[in-house]
């Protein structure tokens, strides 16, 4: 089988020669294609950082194997990491945080195993980088919540749980809050729940789940999260069992998988041959099992921790009064070690479960939707307007363009209330939302809203619109704080 393999910037090129020289070693029936991504490839002009050449050959392949890359900074363009998920719709970041014994943590000195796999949302919320720059003051940024997008990572988490033999999956959100995006992400995953009668089920607001990690971490074992929640909740994790050089990701799609060591390029220590490959190898091995080679996988990984358990180590980590070994020496125990087993968290070698490689080539864009199961009718418009006057100004103003069709219901400014009730004490800034609904449930279309921005843009610069929607008898936008 042949892979795409990219091996990064810093000390992405040592640790991924080290990673694949274990491999030779194993006789891991792979063929690899070096594919040209990174830093160095922006620099070439490519703004996406990758070659065209690469992106043909990885969806040819379909499997991407990559080390640590940099995105330049200060030029405007997207990180070549996330730019890379979002293109091939690597929907579900898989990332497991073991205990490993020989990788001290105040949870390993106190005794307290971890066996933790946060599944992240890899495609949408905050990482769309949609923003703008509403007045010279305000930045708007467009969170993205689809009842698509949630149900492919949940689907995916609930399936990887079960068959992992675990007993418990757990949402992560901040429904409290973001009750409309974040409350959808909640929505579906009880609803996917109904399909899995045999998994306990639940949920927690992000910010006591961290909290509860960091104290109990042993009393978690899968957690799925939307896409900001779960980058941060992962690398906490990563802190719980020695840092992200001990953190393996994988990026999993219909039809491209992407396995990366996802801590920084490290420029201060590349090319010296003293980085640190086990995470990028605890990557690699996740591969491994993804196309089925399950023997090799085993070996490759009771050898690590069996060297682990030794007391050997790279510089960042481990027995201080033992000689740090280089990268080379690193993994050249970690070969030695072939067909031993660990002390303790032995993995069994389970038979092959040989893939045959798909080559495939889509035609069209895949476009989800799910069913339309509730009428839509639109009751109004939130204009987001630019002004330094105060509330009671702006309202007399909009006051005189509501028309036969629309009353003004409320103003707000950062999303709290300040008219037609509010506080003095309510610091503003030069943008406010004006909101206008229709009198006495009036039919609204968008032209009678057309309508209205056109009239009240003789007063106001308009930085942006909203239609306010019910679906059934549920209002489909959020309240102000206050109103």
């Known amino acids: 089988m042949k892979i795409a393999v990219a091996k990064g910037d810093g000390i992405g090129p040592e640790i991924m020669d ?5 491999f030779t070693a194993a006789k891991v029936p792979l063929e690899y294609q070096f594919v040209d991504m990174g830093k160095w490839v ?7 950082g990758m070659t065209p050449e690469a992106q043909e050959a990885i969806e040819s392949l379909g499997i991407l194997f990559k080390g640590p890359m940099e995105t330049p900074k200060g030029k405007g363009v997207k990180s070549v990491n996330v730019t890379a998920r979002k293109t091939w719709n690597t929907y579900a970041n898989n990332r497991v945080f073991q205990t490993l014994h020989g990788v001290d943590t105040v949870f390993s000195k106190a005794g307290i195993p971890i066996d933790i796999t946060i599944v992240r949302e890899n495609i949408e919320d905050t990482y769309g980088g949609i923003e703008h720059m509403l007045t010279h003051d305000v930045s708007l940024s467009r969170r993205f919540i689809t009842r698509p997008g949630s149900e492919q990572v ?17 949402c992560g959100h901040k429904s409290n809050i973001m009750k409309l995006t974040d409350g959808l992400f909640l929505e579906v995953f009880y609803e996917v729940a109904k399909e899995y009668p045999e998994l306990k089920a639940d949920d927690v607001i992000v910010d006591d789940l961290c909290m509860k990690l960091v104290t109990r971490p042993d009393l978690f074992d899968v957690v799925v999260l939307t896409n900001l929640q779960g980058d941060i ?4 994790c990563a802190g719980l069992v020695g840092g992200l050089g001990f953190a393996p990701s994988a990026n999993i799609g219909d039809h491209i998988c992407i396995f990366e060591a996802v801590h920084g390029t490290a420029p201060d220590i590349a090319g010296k041959n003293i980085a640190n490959p086990t995470a990028l190898l605890l990557s690699g091995i996740a591969m491994l099992r993804h196309v089925g080679l399950m023997k090799s996988a085993a070996m490759i990984e009771n050898a690590l921790l069996f060297t682990l358990e030794e007391g050997k180590h790279t510089g960042d980590f481990g027995d201080k009064s033992i000689p740090s070994l ?8 970690i070969i030695a070690n072939f067909g031993k087993q660990p002390r303790l968290g032995a993995k069994p070698s389970l038979p092959d479960m ?18 339309e199961t509730q009428k839509e009718k639109i009751v109004g418009v939130d204009f987001f307007i630019e002004s330094n006057e105060q509330p009671v100004a702006i309202a007399t103003k909009c006051l005189r363009h509501a028309g036969v069709k629309f009353k003004l219901i409320n103003i707000s400014n950062r999303g709290t209330q300040v008219w037609p ?16 609904e229709s009198i006495d449930d009036f039919p609204l279309n968008q032209q009678d809203v057309l309508g209205l921005y056109v009239s009240l843009s003789g007063n106001f610069k308009i930085c942006s619109s909203e239609l306010l929607l019910m679906l059934g008898d549920k209002k489909a936008y959020s309240l102000a704080q206050g109103q």
Not at 42 to 48: E, H, Q, R, V, W
Not at 326 to 333: G, K, L, V
Not at 423 to 433: A, G, I, K, R, W
């Open 354 to 371: 040989p893939t045959t490689p798909t080559m495939f080539k889509l035609e069209k864009n895949a476009m989800m939707e799910s069913e």
């Open 233 to 236: 909740v992962s690398d906490l």
């Open 421 to 436: 009730t509010g506080s003095v004490y309510t610091n503003l800034v030069n943008q406010y939302n004006v909101r206008f």
């Open 18 to 22: 080290a990673v694949l020289k274990i």
């Open 326 to 333: 280089n990268t080379i020496q690193y993994s050249d125990a």
């Open 42 to 48: 922006f620099d070439k002009g490519f703004s996406n």
């Open 154 to 170: 949940i689907r995916y988490a609930f399936e990887m749980a079960k068959k992992k033999g675990t007993k418990r999956i757990t």
